[in-house]
């Protein structure tokens, strides 16, 4: 038996597996995700959380082996990807240095710490990576539809590899395989400029009033549980204060709205959500010889249900999988952490 642990270590959000693997098959598989604005702290804070985690993960289990994926590079607690790559490696290398680590590549295996340090731009926001890599092992050819928090992956798999044009975000944007829209952090005026109200489409205030949670925590989307940013406001995570922060996206409030009022407007949000990602799927077909409504579509992350698989139902594919059938509720929504827990742990097998 090996035991592995996998960390994606995000912006926002800290997420890492514990597995342990033995005869070919994942033995015990435990999840854990820690809410940690990477530029809200000092970056020297870092290695006592990663600490933290490893010992709430392994539970004084021995640890064979830690593979490693992220985006906060991209955060603007770091000025450059490679300062930010730099910065996350080196803490890892400093901690259980007596651990293998490796880290997950665009070229779709892993490679040690020192190798990622000389080809960053492989391992930058490379999470994807792990989680095709992991489904296209059970799904040779399919499309993975990967709704986090922040943002949609869009991922075509041929022959059991990720099959994008693009290997950096900006290229995967370009190619509608990356779209920054998520179940929790999403900005309402980057979804919709005007909403309705009282038979007129009203303009809206371009300040961060509201977040695309409060939209799903009032269609009962989400709970308060897995509401799991910071609210724009402060307040907290309750229907009540979700219901004022919508309203003040058109400068009203609860006295001058009524309920019924704030959740068609947010109704209509939701419905512009699904366009945009709808509009990114097709663009993948589009530009995706091969691929069409009769591909595979694997669907996971927070938003797995309510908005990826409710865009792979409206644009009619004819087979949609849940992840959640194979990592659980909380592996799925950790789903790069626990993919590359178990790759890694597939290779390490012999140990």
């Known amino acids: 038996m090996v035991n592995i642990i996998g960390f994606d270590v995000g ?33 020297d804070e870092l290695p006592n959380v990663l600490r933290r985690m490893i010992e709430g ?27 930010g790559i730099t910065h996350i490696l080196t803490t890892f290398l400093d901690i259980e240095p007596q651990i293998m680590k490796r880290v997950i590549s665009t070229h779709n295996s892993f490679i040690t710490i020192e ?19 992991f489904v296209g092992k059970q799904f040779p ?30 290229d995967r944007f370009l190619n509608g395989e ?29 300040e961060k009033f509201a977040l695309i949670a409060d939209v799903h925590l009032l269609l009962n989307h989400i709970t308060p549980a897995e509401y799991t940013c910071e609210t724009a406001d402060g307040r907290d995570k309750t229907k009540l204060d979700a219901l004022a922060r ?38 993948v077909l589009m530009t995706h010889e091969g691929y069409d409504l009769t591909t595979p579509m694997v669907v996971t992350g927070l938003g797995g249900e309510f908005l990826a698989k409710k ?27 626990a993919a590359i827990a178990i790759l890694l742990a597939e290779e390490c097998g012999g140990l």
Not at 322 to 328: A, C, T
């Open 11 to 43: 912006g926002v959000n800290i997420k890492g597996a514990f597995v342990s693997y033995a005869a070919q098959t994942v033995d015990s598989l435990k999840i854990c995700s820690e809410f940690y604005p990477m530029w809200l702290h000092p970056l």
């Open 57 to 83: 993960l392994a539970e004084n289990r021995p640890i064979d082996a830690m593979g490693i994926t992220m985006t906060a590079e991209v955060s603007d607690a770091y000025r450059s990807k490679i300062e």
């Open 115 to 133: 190798e990622a340090l000389t080809d960053y731009l492989a391992i930058a926001s490379a999470n994807w990576v792990a989680t095709a890599l």
């Open 141 to 170: 050819k399919c499309i993975l539809l990967d709704i986090g928090s922040t943002t949609t992956d869009i991922i075509p798999i041929t022959n059991g590899l990720p099959d994008t044009i693009g290997k950096t975000d900006t």
């Open 178 to 206: 990356l779209l920054y829209t998520g179940a929790l952090r999403a900005t309402i005026p980057s979804i919709v400029y005007k909403v309705p109200f009282r038979g007129k489409m009203c303009p809206i205030s371009f």
């Open 246 to 283: 919508l309203a003040r996206i058109i400068c009203a409030d609860t006295n001058l709205l009524s309920e019924q009022e704030i959740n068609e407007m947010a109704a209509y949000i939701y419905e512009r959500q699904l366009d945009q990602i709808r509009e990114s799927v097709t663009q």
């Open 311 to 337: 865009v792979a139902e409206q644009m009619g594919f004819q087979k949609i999988i849940n992840l959640e059938q194979e990592l659980g509720y909380e592996g799925s929504v950790a789903a790069p952490a």
